[in-house]
T-cell receptor, first 114, second 115 residues
Framework: NAGVTQTPKFQVLKTGQSMTLQCAQDMNHEYMSWYRQDPGMGLRLIHY???????DQGEVPNGYNVSRSTTEDFPLRLLSAAPSQTSVYFC?????????????FGDGTRLSIL | GENVEQHPSTLSVQEGDSAVIKCTYS??????FPWYKQELGKRPQLIID?????GEKKDQRIAVTLNKTAKHFSLHITETQPEDSAVYFC??????????????FGQGTTLQVKP
């Protein structure tokens, strides 16, 4: 198993550009989520999904879109990048919705918006 | 929604001393509390977790305690070693059948263990 795979690892964008951060897991996990990590702010939940076709907002959803067409993939879209979205983005997954299972994280994507 | 507060933000100890990190949560329905360790430039990794039906859990030098009445939980690391130096995050969720299991994190504690 590769676990949770995030691509790309690094990206630099200009303000206003769009981009999709990819996240894939090969563990047949139902639950997937996206976090952003900023200094002193911890890990803040952007969006999450409890299964294919089902997504919901987290703590900081504005400026981001998600979809879950398959169990394996959970892409995060920035439609019009802003400097405030400069951050490290982590995708995570766990086996089942609400199953007292810890989330497993990907290696992260470092995103800089100029 | 759930809010998790974590203290202190930084903690420096001498090798061999104990370290304690404390978290409080706001949602009384939260019932699952994992702790993650993140080394510099790496992904967060689970080190220990506890459910609300348990007051304490221990794994070698690491222990977690939970006080449901006060809505706070703590991480205890004994006999600290330089390799314990990292950022530690607490988290809380309302897990179990019918719940989303949405995980909310604290702000993190940077632990430095001095040799």
């Amino acid at each position: 198993n590769a676990g949770v795979t995030q691509t790309p690892k690094f990206q630099v964008l200009k303000t206003g550009q769009s981009m999709t951060l990819q996240c894939a897991q090969d563990m047949n996990h139902e639950y997937m989520s996206w976090y952003r990590q900023d200094p002193g702010m911890g890990l803040r939940l952007i969006h999450y999904s409890v299964g294919a076709g089902i997504t919901d907002q987290g703590e900081v959803p504005n400026g981001y879109n998600v979809s879950r067409s398959t169990t394996e993939d959970f892409p995060l879209r920035l439609l019009s990048a802003a400097p405030s979205q400069t951050s490290v983005y982590f995708c995570a997954s766990s086996p089942m919705q609400g199953a007292f299972q810890p989330q497993r994280f990907g290696d992260g994507t470092r995103l800089s918006i100029l | 929604g759930e809010n998790v507060e974590q203290h202190p933000s930084t903690l420096s100890v001498q090798e061999g001393d104990s370290a304690v990190i404390k978290c409080t949560y706001s949602d009384s329905a939260s019932n699952y509390f994992p702790w993650y360790k993140q080394e510099l430039g790496k992904r967060p990794q689970l080190i220990i977790d506890i459910r609300s039906n348990v007051g304490e859990k221990k794994d070698q030098r690491i222990a977690v305690t939970l006080n449901k009445t006060a809505k706070h939980f703590s991480l205890h690391i004994t006999e600290t070693q330089p390799e314990d130096s990292a950022v530690y995050f607490c988290a809380a969720s309302n897990s179990g059948p019918g719940n989303t299991g949405k995980l909310i994190f604290g702000q993190g504690t940077t632990l430095q263990v001095k040799p």
